[in-house]
Each structure stands twice: as C-alpha cells, then as structure tokens.
C-alpha cells in the first residue's frame, strides 16, 4: 500500500499563531483528504485535494502530486483547532492514514 | 443534509460475545466503508462494500469478522467471539458513485467498543 508520513508528530501553538502541517506519500494518488479529529474523537473532513490549492476560513492545503506531498496551513489558529490532523490516501477508495500530527493550541 | 450516522456510540461487550455496529451512509451515497481505529495502530481500512455486495474485505481479520450492506437498511459490522484486542473505535465512512470527487469519503462519529 501507499506509504503516508506527516511531520511534526506533535505541535503545540499559542493562540493566534499560523502553522504548516506536511504529508508526504510514496505514490501517485487520485483522491487525497485531510482530516481533524476532535477531542471528542470525531473525524471531521477539512480537505478533498490531490492536486492544487484550496482555502477554507483559516485553513488552507496544497497538494503537488507530481513532488508527492501536501501541506496543511492553520492561520491565527484557536483553541478549538487542537486535536490531532490526519492525512489520508489512495489511488483508488482504499484510504491509507498517515500517523496524524497532534495540535494543541493553548490559550 | 444528515450525515454518516453509526450507532451505537459507545458498545461494552464481555470476551466471547457479539457486536454488531450499524452504519448509514449519507443521503444519496452508495458506497460504504468500515476503518478500525487502534490505539497503537492508527486507521486501517477494512472493508468496501456496495448494496448487497461486498467490493474489497482484504482488511478484515479472517476470523469472526463480516459485514454486510442490505438492499435495504443499514451496514452492519458483525464481530463475533469478541476478544480484547478487538476494542477500539469503528468509523463508518460513506461516498457517493462518482461526481466531480469520485471516493470523497464522509466519516462518522464512531462506535467505540469496549470489550471486558
């Protein structure tokens, strides 16, 4: 299966900070998602985006499928986006999760 | 516009029972898809299925392990036998048949099983 690696593991953010989440992946994908799994453990989708750029509000993702990674921006981030980030893809229906990177922002 | 809804949320079965989950996929979704979250693990797919057949079951354990998606009513996960190693969280995810995002896959909230 595709390999799925993101960095950092763990983050820790003042509020009101900007971060950038990576994923890297070891093939060509057709679909690939960026997820964020709240405290309360619920996956919640941010991103559909295996190629180009996409804004959100505060959150934005590139992904260069050619170079095989995305990053994940979070701008003036707040407490609410603490939870842990995950990347998934596939080159088909079968999502393969990276490790996730944890975030706590802290008031 | 519900979403993917599981239930139940929270399962406690005792070593050597069943659990059935249940899973609805979104409002106009055809395809379903069953992940188990591990604690050391991460989210590893398990099986793909579509109305009445299953499309890909090559991350389901050999044993005790099935699922199905009738032609009417909801996906069921069945785990049979339960051991504790099968506790974890279950997430159910749905996607439409094709579209502008072909395989966008929408998760639910999870059933966490606890097994004692």
């Known amino acids: 299966g595709i390999q799925v690696e993101q960095s950092p593991p763990d983050l820790i953010l003042q509020e009101g900070a900007n971060s950038t989440l990576r994923c890297n992946f070891s093939?060509?994908?057709?679909?690939l998602q960026w997820f964020h799994q709240n405290p309360w453990g619920q996956l919640i989708n941010l991103f559909y985006i295996p190629s180009g750029t996409k804004q959100n509000g505060r959150l934005s993702a590139t992904t260069v499928a050619t170079e095989r990674y995305s990053l994940l921006y979070i701008s003036s981030s707040q407490t609410t986006d603490s939870g842990v980030y995950f990347c998934a893809v596939a080159d088909d229906y079968k999502l393969s999760f990276g490790a996730g990177t944890t975030v706590t922002v802290r008031a | 516009n519900a979403g993917v809804m599981q239930n139940p949320r929270h399962l406690v079965r005792r070593r050597g029972q069943e659990a059935r989950l249940r899973c609805s996929p979104m409002k106009g979704h055809s395809h379903v898809y069953w992940y188990r979250q591990l604690p050391e693990e991460g989210l590893k797919f398990m099986v793909y299925?579509?109305?009445?057949?299953?499309?890909?079951e090559s991350g389901m354990p050999k044993e005790r392990f099935s699922a199905e998606f009738p032609k009417e009513g909801p996906s069921i996960l069945r785990i049979q036998q339960v051991v504790r190693g099968d506790s974890a969280a279950y997430f159910c995810?749905?996607?439409?048949?094709?579209?502008?995002?072909?395989?966008?896959?929408?998760f639910g909230p999870g059933t966490r099983l606890t097994v004692t």
């Open positions: 995810a749905s996607s439409s048949a094709g579209g502008v995002t072909p395989y966008e896959q929408y």
């Open positions: 093939d060509s994908v057709n679909n």
């Open positions: 299925l579509q109305k009445e057949n299953i499309i890909d």
